[in-house]
């Protein structure tokens, strides 16, 4: 994935690499232990995870609800609900990347996609990006979990999701900003190309 270009006016805050190691190098993450130097030119170490990178689907179905998973987060030893979502496979596409996720872990496919945007979850310790892609005109079928996964569907109002979102109980950063990307072009503050609020 492409990261925008250096702004000139950032370099008193840039650091440079002066060396990097991997530390752990495991299926999905590998941990990097680098060497720095500050913009007042001491050094110093930073640890870091890197992502491959993923996606996150919001699936909109024809009455307005959202095709939402409930998922155990084993990090948390909790029940998650959150959108679907996945890592990008070497070379994948996102938008192929989320079509597979949607249809694997939902079994819906959409007629309608677009992108709003990207975040990124945990900026002081990893590099994933992921991207936000909305899904519209939604068909169901079965679906397809990989090995080891289990998850549940649950589907929701934009509403209901707020409430339980201001409530603490929805806590998953990919799904409070694809929340807030929902509300607000379903407001008309925010543009999504190639896709109207309905």
């Not at 900026?123 to 079928?141: K, P, Q, V």
Request: with cysteine.
């Amino acid at each position: 994935m492409s990261q925008p270009p250096a702004n000139p006016d950032d370099a008193h805050l840039r650091e440079e690499t002066v060396s990097s190691q991997t530390v752990f190098q495991g299926k999905l993450l590998h941990v990097r232990s680098d060497r720095i130097r500050l913009p007042d030119g001491a050094q110093a170490t930073r640890e870091f995870i890197v992502h491959p990178g993923a996606v996150m689907v919001v699936p909109i179905l024809d009455d307005g609800r959202l095709v939402m998973e409930r998922q155990w987060r084993y990090p948390l030893a909790q029940v998650m609900l959150e959108f679907p979502a996945g890592k990008l496979e070497p070379g994948e596409p996102t938008l192929q990347c989320a079509q597979r996720e949607l249809f694997e872990e939902t079994g819906y496919r959409a007629r309608e996609w677009a992108l709003a945007g990207a975040l990124h979850n945990a900026i002081a310790y990893s590099n994933e990006r992921i991207e936000i892609w909305f899904a519209r005109g939604l068909t169901a079928g079965e679906r397809r979990l990989d090995e080891g996964e289990f998850l549940d569907l649950q589907l929701c109002s934009m509403d209901e999701l707020d409430r339980r979102c201001a409530a603490g109980e929805v806590t998953d950063a990919k799904t409070l900003v694809g929340l807030q990307w929902l509300q607000n072009w379903r407001a008309g503050r925010w543009v999504i190309q190639g896709l109207t609020p309905a």
